[in-house]
């Protein structure tokens, strides 16, 4: 059988980078996020014995063959698939893993994280082990960090892995408590109807920003750190204002948060998203940037009757809007029929020539 994963991707209205070190740990952070329908996928088969590895993603058209789990070079662009078969799969297996997503690159939506948990999940899936979503998502990230050495928080696991609307609050010294906010099918509707994500082209590098971040909150008087304590209020109004049916505060708090990731340093900012902030002003009452910011995806709250109007002049400036829905599930994982030996060939060769 081959196993098959996927993890939907988040938005974050509010307290992200308040969940990355060292923030985190010294003061404790808080991260409202909510997991969308848009996905990561993974697709893992183990293959017959000395087959080796073949990892293959597909929406970037790039892949990376091996002989076997233990030959895998780090130096390559999918170095980041191979770090989860490496912690994963057993070195004398033979395996296909084959992954894509449904945002670009650069999207601010903590894809890495989505796709990260999918692996997970249908690695786990195929080796039949048991983990909960929380296990999933502390995994996933632990290779994010620790084995790949890339910078950042765990609120896009998480947010991926439980899915629905999530307020993580993070302890000083370390830890973190996620709770499920409840909220009123009539909010539930609202924020889906009136919310619209908001792409210009324009990816951000999420790494560098948090490099950039790093760097900035260890000077003296940095306003990284001052921001940090806002959007951190910010995320906490809002778990407040939701269950609370409050829209209008959790636009406000929207709009706060927008201000202070622009605060945590100038590669946060994006002239691009400022232009598109300004076409929009009056049709919303609330936007912020997703992610680490310096471009991705914008959520926005549109103004009861405005929401078409928004559409339209966001498409004239050829900017891509997405609606939104919100994915409760989280992590999925389900098995279905293999692949037979022709379709692991041609990915095979399609691995193999995209390297």
Known sequence: MKACARAPVRVDPAGGGTDAPPFCIDHGGAVVNFAVQRHAFAVAQRLDK??????????????????????????TDLEFLGAFVRRLVPDGDSLLLATETDVPPGSGLGGSGALGVAIVAALDRLYDRERSPLESAALANEIERQDLGYPGGDQDSYGTALGGINYLQYHPGGGMTPHRLEISEE??????????????????????????????????????LEAMWILKEQAEKIAAALPADDLGGYAEALNESCRQLVNLHESCDSAEHRRYFQAIEDCILGGKTCGAGGGGFMVVLTKSGHRR???????????????????????????EPPLDHAEVERLRHLASSAS
Do not use: F
């Open 50 to 75: 000395d087959a080796g590895i073949v990892l293959y993603a597909m929406d970037i058209n790039r892949g990376h063959t091996a002989p076997s789990v233990a030959q895998l070079s780090e130096a």
């Open 187 to 224: 909010t539930c509707r609202a924020l889906e109807y009136y919310s619209l994500l908001i792409y210009s082209g324009v990816a951000h590098v999420s790494a560098s920003i948090h490099e950039d971040i790093k760097s900035s909150y260890v000077q003296t008087n940095s306003p990284t």
């Open 309 to 335: 109007e928004c559409i339209r002049r966001i498409e004239q400036l050829g900017g891509l809007v997405w609606p939104v829905a919100i994915d409760w599930q989280g992590m999925a994982s389900w098995l």
